[in-house]
Each structure stands twice: as structure tokens, then as C-alpha cells.
């Protein structure tokens, strides 16, 4: 269980009038742990040695809330758009990336399902708009990837959350070595239990901390997750991975609100396990996780035991790790902004093939902090 050091997020109103209090009291800024000044709206501090909820701080519409995460002082990075493919002095895989370019991660399957990982870049095709795009740049490896490990917490996850937590360690596992993950439990509010790191240790810690009460913000939470993401993953390809067993009934956000957001421009694909069992209402939580996923171009899984969830955890880290990375600098100037459908296609003679990628993005959106200094 959850110790009882650990902040729990109040509402909105509550959270300024005790950020305030708190300041007051204190007489100086050195009371909120690890804040800067120009950030009032975060929460209170936490303890020592624990890590502090993440943050909802939406606002009617707006387009990114706001979370902020404690941060060791060598993991928040500058914004570097131009990357190097090689690792630099701290060991971080970065990427080299044209400043005007987009990048797509792209699954290709056959017409029996399996991964088809040995085409070069004449096998395909990009599209914007409906406006054919000339293929600037194009890998074919393993990448790392920055991860959040979104876990439901609500009270229905209680009996599954040993199986559940299995799972996403054996997603490690089966994962990069050198990917980032951190570590967000939900229920009706979210809390970020373990930043940025390849820690195993540290992760099964975080996973172990089970509160399984409450409702189920899904949306808030994997908004939140990849605004993290954005702010301060080193890595330029970002995923977030979800377990949940209900229809999001808490949140802040819609689902379009959170659509939106996901498809920001370097935004994060997502992979998303449904236990939908026992669910009320299984088609619409169903059809809310397929709409994620499909629009940023992940993938969901409906497993009908939770014996299940293990071996689908591994299918997504093979995923992942075999995907084609795609670049092309639009037609249409970024800085004209708007929504860009994308569509990415494969031809090889003899053979059916289709494309997994993210169905669009909003440009002229903020960059991600994708490389280090």
C-alpha cells in the first residue's frame, strides 16, 4: 500500500490556495522541493526520497497541462533539435534529426501478421495531406525509446495488479537496454512513482506501490504521461504503454481533448492493454483505447484472461524494437501549422503489406527535449 508520505493530489482550487499557504509559511521558495519560481501552480513538496504525484493542471481546452515531475539535475535537458545517431558522453543514444523534419515510426506487417522487418527505403511511400513526400532519411534499427508504464490503480485493478506489475517488468526486459521509463500509477488522480531510468529494481519498487481504490482517469494520466515525454525524455522516440481494466470515469480530459494532445507533433505512440472483462460499459472504454492507440500509432490488446497479459507485454516490446524510422521535411511549411494527416505505404512485388503509423500530427507544435546537451 501506499505509504502515507506520499502527497495525494488535491483538486485545483484546493492545490493554489495550499501552494500559497505553503510559500507564505515557509518565507521562501526553498519549501517547495525542487520548484522554480516561475512554476507556482505546482504541488506542495513531497518527503525525502519520495517522488511527488503528477500534476493535472487542465484548463478547459488548453492543449497541454501541465506536469512537473520532480527532476534530477542530470536528466532535465535542453531542447537540441539537430541530433547525432550515436551515443554521447553521458551514454545517451541521440539521434540526427534535420531541425525541419518529421519523423515517423513505422510497424509493417503481411497479410498472416507478422512483423515484416527486411525492406529498404524504395519499398515506400509518404503521404501528407494526400501530397506525396520525398523520403529524406531512413533507419532500420533499435532504437531506444523513452517509456511511461501507465498503470490503472483504481479499486477493480486490485486482485490483477500482481499479474499486471509481472507484465510490464517482463516489457523491460524484453525492452532496449538503453531505453528510459518512468513509472505512473492512476486511479482518479496520478502520481508519477518513479522517473526516468533503466533501473529494474527501482521500477518493481514503483510498480509494488498499489492503492487500487478510486476511479479510473485514464485520460488525465496519459496526457500528463506524455507531456512528461515532451518536457523531458532524451530520447527522440517516445511511447507510452497502458494497462487498465474500466472506462475512464474521472478525468478532467475527454477523449478528444487527449487525442489531441497525443497527436502533438513528436508525440508518443501508444500501446494499450484493455482487461475489459468486467467492465460496465466494454464497447466504449473498447472503442476509447482503439482510437488512441490507432491515431498515434500504436496498437490495443483485448486479452480475454489476464494469464494473457504477460506474453502481450513481450509482443510490444518486439514491436517496438522492430520498427522502420521514416523522415521527411513537409511541402507545406511547419510553421503553417494545422492538423497533417499522414499516410505511410509499402509495396513489394507478390506481397500484402500494411503500414502501422501514427495517422497524423498538429504542426508547429513545441518540440520534444529529445537529445541531451
Known sequence: MRGPDITRLPNKASRVLLLFTFVIAAGSLSAIAARPQAQPQTAPSTPSGQNPP?????????????????????????????????????????????????????????????????????????SEDGKPQSIISFHHEDIPVAMGIVIDNSGSMREKRSKVNQAALNLVRASNPRDEMFIVNFNDEYYLDQDFTNDLLKMKEALEKIDARGGTALYDAVVASADHLKRY???????????????????????????????????????????????????????????????????????????????????????????????????NPRGAGGFRMVKVDAKVKGRKLTVRTKSGYYAGTPQANSASK
Not at 68 to 97: C, H, R
Not at 283 to 306: D, M, S, V, W, Y
Open 233 to 331: 525524455a532524451r530520447l527522440e522516440k517516445k511511447v507510452i504503454f497502458v494497462v487498465t481494466d474500466g472506462e475512464d470515469n474521472a478525468s478532467n480530459e475527454s477523449l478528444e481533448q487527449a487525442v489531441r494532445q497525443l497527436q502533438e507533433e513528436n508525440g508518443p505512440s501508444v500501446y494499450a492493454i484493455g482487461i475489459l472483462g468486467d467492465e460496465e460499459h466494454p464497447k466504449r472504454a473498447r472503442h476509447a483505447l482503439e482510437i488512441i492507440a490507432q491515431r498515434t500509432g500504436g496498437l490495443t490488446f483485448f486479452p480475454k484472461t489476464l494469464d494473457e497479459v504477460d506474453e502481450i507485454s513481450k509482443a510490444v516490446a518486439h514491436d517496438i524494437r522492430n520498427q522502420y524510422t521514416i523522415g521527411y521535411k513537409p511541402t
Open 54 to 126: 503528477a500534476q493535472n493542471q487542465t484548463q478547459g481546452n488548453q492543449s497541454s497541462p501541465k506536469t512537473a515531475p520532480d527532476k534530477s539535475a542530470g536528466q532535465a535537458q535542453d531542447q537540441n533539435k539537430d541530433k547525432q545517431e550515436t551515443l554521447n558522453d553521458q551514454g545517451v543514444f541521440v539521434f540526427k534529426k534535420d531541425v525541419d523534419e518529421v519523423l515517423l515510426h513505422a510497424t509493417v506487417i503481411d497479410d498472416k501478421q507478422h512483423l515484416v522487418t527486411n525492406l529498404d527505403k524504395g519499398a515506400f511511400n509518404v
